[in-house]
């Protein structure tokens, strides 16, 4: 069993940038490819980013790519996800998931969730 906890969510100006923070506990992330979700209101959960086991390995949606990065630190139990050139569409709930195999990118891929975030990006 895998407990995830976001932060880092907020209101910020379109242009800027936030950092979205997990913090994994009851077992050891570094066991799990780590991805993020996002799902806006009235839209469908939608996927964003993720990474492999050892963090060689990531991939992003191509409405985020160049503009996020998603990281972890196996020795903090940790992942990121670094959102620049933020974009008004950029507003959802971000989700933070553990699991899956690498490559995956389909919510059901995913064992683990937490609880959401927000990310709001004003025009």
């Known amino acids: 069993q895998v407990q995830l906890v976001e932060s880092g969510g907020g209101l910020v100006q379109a242009g800027g940038s936030l950092r979205l923070s997990c913090a994994a506990s009851g077992n050891n992330l570094s066991k799990y490819c780590i991805g993020w979700f996002r799902q806006a209101p009235g839209k469908e959960r939608e996927f964003v980013a993720a990474?492999?086991?050892?963090?060689?390995?990531?991939y992003y949606a191509d409405s985020v790519k160049g503009r996020f990065t998603i990281s972890r630190d196996n020795a903090k139990n940790a992942a990121y996800l670094q959102m620049n050139s933020l974009k008004a569409e950029d507003t959802a709930d971000y989700y933070c998931v553990a699991g899956g195999v690498v490559g995956a990118t389909r919510s059901k891929e995913y064992d683990y969730w937490g609880q959401g975030t927000q990310v709001t990006v004003a025009s």
């Open positions: 990474i492999s086991w050892s963090g060689g390995f990531t």
